[in-house]
């Protein structure tokens, strides 16, 4: 999925277009999603991608939300990031390239990774009930 900067821009707003474009990180413990226990998806805010699942949702205590799984191998690519100084795995939406946030290895079982994600790069959808 290819877009302009301004063709983003005008999809995006501006803090979604700071971390998905820019690479940017909203600060910990203020994403919408950090405590978020109800049932459902996550999809990259950018393109609508499916990414998680509610049920590989766990609280990691990094103030921002954690998965230990993305709901497919191909919904996400890794990226080693050498940016500040550090040594991470930066993960990436596999349709419209937008930054997502970092993967760890120190999560739970059965991966023991932790997706941490910025919330202002997904939109959660609700499992309906039946």
Do not use: I
């Amino acid at each position: 999925m290819k877009k302009s900067e301004d063709e983003w821009k005008k999809t995006l707003r501006p803090e979604e277009f700071l971390v998905l474009r820019k690479k940017g990180t909203e600060p910990p413990f203020t994403g919408k999603y950090v405590h978020q226990t109800a049932e459902g998806t996550y999809v990259c805010a950018g393109c609508g991608n499916l990414l998680f699942s509610s049920d590989t949702k766990f609280d990691s205590g990094s103030g921002w939300p954690s998965f230990f799984t993305p709901v497919a191998s191909d919904a996400v690519v890794l990226k080693p990031d050498r940016s500040l100084g550090m040594n991470r795995t930066e993960v990436l939406c596999a349709r419209c390239g937008g930054h997502l946030g970092h993967m760890f290895d120190d999560g739970p079982t059965p991966t023991g990774q932790r997706y941490c994600m910025n919330s202002v790069s997904l939109r959660f959808l609700k499992k309906e009930k039946v």
